[in-house]
């Protein structure tokens, strides 16, 4: 019988060779988390076999379908041919996988690159260093090797460092062909001449070219407040971040101040809704638990809730136990027995990182999480791609008319509506330890949930 194989591209070969010849291969970087996702599904890797406790969503193994692949090549190239060895027995997986002294020669290059004026290379590269070394940081921190998440998050402080400084000298230069008459945008109608200076060619978005000149401001305004502001997380002990940065340095949408720490209440409406179509165990965990909008109608309806945030709200339960307080993408588990997650985690860069935590250490009985319907799709991250295709959940119910707006905590401006599209998003373990693989999809009316008014009362 004649086997077909599907070949993989250059990149997908390449990790398939690494698997082989290790037993085992861990893809950190954006790219290879994208091929490996595609030879999985084409039946070249597997997950350990372990893969229902917490594990590592970056790890793979080779099948015997990929050794297969492999010899089958070999022999069409030619050459010598030896039996094909069964796959290498699985080792525990450790943190040294993380590859420092390429990911620190990346650093090197585009540091050069940067002085010699190649402002668009040097950028590109630490662009990509920045994710890079981001995701060993997660890795090194899945298994708590300190030494290597500390040198991941100095990597990608240097990467932080030299794109936002490729980024100003763009700015610069985008202001200076403006006030020239040089700066197009887009595609020209006519060929330009060489001395023109358009968007596209210096890799940036209009959004990423203003958010560059504000940052350009910031640095002029305040000489050196980029390299103080990465520091001073690592040496907090924190993870640098461009979200971060961009708080730090004033440059972002509004200030942390302004933001109070990305604290958006969730309406009762959306409470009131979960809770008519969802049943949760005794104990739930609520990790965002901010002042205590979800926390409080849990416990109305007879739950008890450990509360939980990044920031210290000062909020109690109806027990008068204070919240914990932490990163909960750092956090172990919080009681020996079961309990659900209900939360409205926060979003932006940090949020595919969160639920996969959830999923991977807690593994609650059920967890609920209030997202922006566009968390269904999404193929290049990692965390993402475990959360909901190797983790699907359950079910999703989606708001159909928009919630009330979630104004930031402290906002006393003007009240607008809501523009988001909202859903609950509920994970369930099953009796066999995986979250299953479909999820069921539903549109729902929060306004046919909401508590009918007492007898006599408005009138």
Known sequence: MTVSFRI??????????????????????????????????????????????PEDGALWHPTERAHALLAHLAAARGEPQTPAAPPAPMPAPVASKVDMPAMQAKADAARHLLR???????RMLASGLYDEAQAGGRFANRFNARDSLDACRRIQGDA????????????????????DGRALKGRPKSISDENTF????????????HEARKLAKAEAKQPGIVERAIQARL??????????????VGTATATKDARKNNLYETPPEAMFTLLALEAFSPLVVEPSCGRGA???????????VILADLVDYETADRHGEMQRLGDFRESARYAEDDYDIVTNPPYGDVLNAFVAHALRVHRPRKMALLLNLNFLCGFADGDRNFVMDENPPARVHVFKRRLPMMHRDGWDGPEASSRMNTAWFVWERQPDGTYGDSTAMRRVDWADYMPKPAEGEGQ
């Not at 398939?16 to 290790?22: E, G, S």
């Not at 010699?116 to 040097?122: E, F, P």
């Not at 979800?294 to 008890?304: F, K, N, Q, Y």
Request: charged share 30%; with cysteine; net charge neutral.
């Open 116 to 122: 010699d004026g190649d402002v668009m290379a040097a």
């Open 235 to 248: 040496q907090a002990g924190l993870e640098p971040t461009r979200a971060n940065l961009r708080a730090a």
């Open 294 to 304: 979800i926390s409080r109608m849990l416990e109305a309806a007879g739950h008890d």
């Open 160 to 179: 932080l460092m030299i794109e936002s400084k490729a980024k100003i000298r763009i700015a610069e230069e985008w202001d200076a062909a403006q006030r």
């Open 8 to 53: 993989p591209g250059a990149t997908g070969l390449e990790i398939l060779r690494r698997a082989v010849a290790d037993g085992q291969v861990i893809c950190l970087a954006s790219s290879e988390q994208s091929a490996a996702g595609r030879l999985n599904g084409s039946g070249y890797l597997s997950r350990a076999p372990e893969r229902r406790k």
């Open 198 to 209: 358009r968007q596209e060619e210096v890799g940036l978005s209009a959004q990423e070219v």
